[in-house]
């Protein structure tokens, strides 16, 4: 089945720096790739999302790239700030709506 | 705006006590969907349905059912609560079609099993 790995568990950088969190998933019949957000004691929220037939998309200060050869996807923010840290997620769709999500990785950003 | 909401934020339950989760969206949505959250282990997808009366399972379905008698609710149950079912639950709902990929969730639940 379809399985997605995320790297790192935990990132700490400093207020301005960029952060890359990475992602790879196993099956080739993805389409879909969101990143949610979530904030502690609260929801995950959709941040933001590529399609397969997408390399890169960017969004302000957020960026997703992904590569269909390789199987994975990353997410980058630059010039970081303390509202950044949050836990995200990544996830890859199957054709059947069937969501799979990463472990997590929590960002600290370090004023 | 899309709003998921759930039944309750905190429960505490016996082991072998039977209880139900429920899940209730306003946006007329196909698809809905029950995960887990454990530290460490992300969101594991429980169960899914795609229409009423439907329903598939996830990655970890063992000790779990479901029910979408209505469109609108989806219903998580566990049949004997055990402390391993002691997390964080949580519901999302998606449409069917063009950007019906974003799954909005609930406030989640936190269940503890004693």
């Known amino acids: 089945g379809e399985n997605v790995e995320q790297h790192p568990s935990t990132l700490s950088v400093q207020e301005g720096d960029s952060a890359v969190i990475k992602c790879t998933y196993s099956d080739s019949a993805s389409n879909y790739f969101p990143w949610y957000k979530q904030e502690l004691g609260k929801r995950p929220q959709l941040i933001i999302d590529i399609r397969s037939n997408v390399g890169e998309k960017k969004d302000q200060r957020i960026a997703v790239t992904l590569n269909k050869t390789a199987k994975h996807f990353s997410l980058h923010i630059t010039e970081t700030q303390p509202e950044d840290s949050a836990v995200y997620f990544c996830a890859a769709r199957l054709d059947n709506n069937d969501m799979r999500f990463g472990a997590g990785t929590r960002l600290t950003v370090k004023p | 705006d899309v709003k998921v909401t759930q039944s309750s934020r905190y429960l505490v339950k016996r082991t072998g006590e039977k209880v139900f989760l429920e899940c209730v969206q306003d946006?007329?949505?196909?698809?809905m969907f029950w995960y887990r959250q454990d530290p460490g282990l992300g969101l594991r997808l429980i169960y899914f349905?795609?229409?009423?009366?439907?329903?598939e399972k996830g990655d970890i379905p063992e000790g779990y059912s479901v029910s979408r008698e209505k469109k609108e609710r989806f219903s998580l149950i566990l049949e004997s609560a055990s402390t391993n079912q002691t997390s964080m639950y949580l519901c999302?709902?998606?449409?069917?079609?063009?950007?019906?990929?974003?799954?909005?969730f609930g406030p989640g639940t936190r269940l503890l099993v004693l």
């Open positions: 349905s795609y229409d009423v009366k439907m329903k």
């Open positions: 946006m007329d949505h196909e698809n």
């Open positions: 999302a709902s998606s449409i069917t079609g063009g950007g019906g990929e974003t799954q909005y």
